[in-house]
């Protein structure tokens, strides 16, 4: 428990950095995460200038383009408030790397390692700064966690998923083989080596459906866009018309679980 | 720095060799097994997370603190190795270091060199030297004689001839061995294997093995297996030649028993190999065995470039357990062999484009989802992740002036560096990225159906038709 959690002091206001793809791909998660935190009595504010973190050049080996995208985001947050970010692998950007992306410009650094020390992944900041107990209002249900793997190495977040599902009285959470293995996403990796990347996804998502699961949750929408995006193809190729691997943002799973009257 | 000539790229035809892999549920399905199981036993060696992060941290101080003084230590190990009656001799490249150990050869009219395992061999290529120069050159390592009776490559660094079921060995010993009847009983293809190399050892002119660990301060060769055939080669010819890469050194013989227990843990799951060997010199006047004369060969091939540069030279600390390929999701997928490099998996990626040049490697970097299963095992900490990132960045950038890499701007494409561009000037401009936003979502519908790479095993990627920004408005 951190140490905020223990002496109890719940900050009162939280930026949240929607990360681009949720923004545009995923808005339901990101708006089904505020309204989470706002009912557990946090104002959240949502800085109109954020883009993107600037990931995505970065791990494809275009530092100055991402510095650029960056540097944007630096001056986003300037009250002294947590910033909490969806998305595992976006926070890992913002928290690990900021720093050394700006290793020689001192100005910026220095902003990027105050920001660097108020980045929150979402589930973290629930479970650890919040100490936040869900109250399961669904019925039975099965659900398989997928974490990123920049989540799970750069942040713990497969801890923080598991345990938030794991309060949830009424869920079983199954639990998949290789459950730790990349699902084959990595950003241009996925375009760039199509047939290496599919392998992997195809592998991931037949590990997810033996589980027998409902649905799969994730703290991060680059992976389920892949995942979800190759069991919708399989689907298509198969010929069915009900998804056989369901899935959403876990920010959406925990807030229908704790609504009044929730379904799955 | 070297300049060896470019004769095979890797990276070209990469992806072909991958999909034939891919596409092969059989091999798709060994390499998966026999992954997992070496994943098993190393995880058991482990049990202690603490224990395990504090050894990995001393390991990898050990190996930083090592190549921080990289070159008076081997200026220390050259004295100590020759005051203890070894020869040392410095190759900076794979022909030199070939062109060394023939030389030794022919001044003893060697016919056959048997060797134990070695991958700085099979880097310099030296049994096809040897073969060229009328030289036999026989594997005594299991796995590397099944690969040599194969005509093939080592596909692991740890062990050779993973790619291959004990129906196929048995086929193959049956077709080469002469006298041999098929059979695939596993303890009897190893006896054949040991009938065969036990004669062999006897006959050899010299026996050739490579290096783990070269100790400075005691003119120390150590070498780690686990079949015997090391001590064999190393002890029975007349003369043993050792080879290695000059990153391979320790200070002191302290260094040698952490760095020795985080190797055989991480690459077999063993808490100590069979056989660890401590090479201190020839055959002494009073002593009844061990080889005449004992050479060490020193091979720079590129390590001297990762060394100059301070994130690069992290490349140097690895100590070859060939953990990270076993945690590879890629190498799992696709095995050894389609690397086209002598290391292959993640620290062929991060070591070859020093000993190839980047022309040759370009786009291996690209062949990683950056997941960090490697750097999470490796046992010196080496960051592969990171100097993936770098490897891509030396590789995609325009070419310049005293580059850190040979072959530096090999990947470099005007139009992708533009699109880059482009992508920075719409995101890192909020009004450009607000209006190239609300145009995804408003034309959604126009996204094709059609999106390359994407889509051959994925549905198409479609913006929401609001944003998350949009829906908050909305809310109020
Ligand atoms: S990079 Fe690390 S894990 Fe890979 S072989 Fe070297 S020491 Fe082992």
Known sequence: ?264 | MNAQPIHFKPSEGFRGRAKAVVDNPFLRQSFRGAMDFLMTKRAAQFPDAEELDSLRTLGEHIRQYNLGKLPDLLVQLEENLARNGIHVHWAETPDEANAIILGICQKHSAKLMVKGKSMVSEEIELNHAAEAAGIGALESDMGEYIVQLAGEKPSHIIMPAIHKTKEEIATLFHEKVPGVDYTDNVDALIQIGRRVLRQKFLEADIGLSGVNFAVAETGTLCLVENEGNGRMCTTAPPVHVAITGIEKIVEKLEHVPPLLSLLTRSATGQNISTYFNMISGPRKPHEKDGPQEVHLVLLDNGRSQAYADDQLRKTLQCIRCGACMNHCPVYTRIGGHAYGTTYPGPIGKIISPHMLGLEATATMATASSLCGACGEVCPVRIPIPELLMRLREESFSAPHENPAMRGQGAGYKPWVTAIWRGWAAVYRSPSLYRLATWLGSRFAWLMPSNQGPWTTVRVPLKPAPKRLRDMLKERG
């Open chain 1, 1 to 264: 428990m951190s140490e905020q959690a223990k002496t109890g002091q719940r900050p009162a206001d939280v930026y949240f950095f929607a990360t681009c793809v949720v923004d545009q791909f995923f808005p339901g998660a990101g708006l089904d995460a505020i309204t989470l935190l706002e009912r557990a009595g946090i104002r959240v504010h949502f800085p109109e200038e954020q883009t993107c973190c600037g990931q995505p050049a970065y791990t494809s080996g275009f530092p100055d383009e991402a510095r650029k995208v960056a540097a944007q985001q630096l001056t986003l947050f300037p009250n002294d408030w947590p910033v909490i970010v969806p998305s595992g692998s976006c926070a890992g950007m913002m928290k690990h790397h900021y720093p050394t992306l700006f290793a020689n410009d001192p100005a910026r650094k220095a902003q990027a390692e105050a920001l660097s020390a108020r980045i929150h992944e979402f589930t973290d900041f629930l479970v650890n700064v919040l100490g936040w107990q869900p109250e399961d209002k669904g019925g039975e249900c099965t659900v398989v966690l997928h974490t990123s793997c920049s989540a799970r190495r750069e942040m713990g977040v497969h801890l923080t998923g598991r345990k938030l599902l794991g309060d949830l009285a009424h869920v079983t959470v199954a639990q998949q083989d290789h459950e730790s293995e990349c699902c084959g996403f990595g950003g241009t990796f996925s375009i760039k080596q199509p047939e290496i990347s599919g392998a992997m996804v195809e592998d991931k998502v037949k590990s997810l459906k033996a589980t027998g699961a409902e649905r799969v949750v994730s703290a991060d929408c680059g992976c389920l866009m892949n995942i979800l995006g190759h069991a919708a193809w399989k689907d298509r190729q198969e010929g069915r018309a009900q998804p056989s691997l369901p899935g959403e943002h876990i920010a959406s799973f925990l807030l229908r679980r704790t609504e009044e009257r929730s379904g799955k």
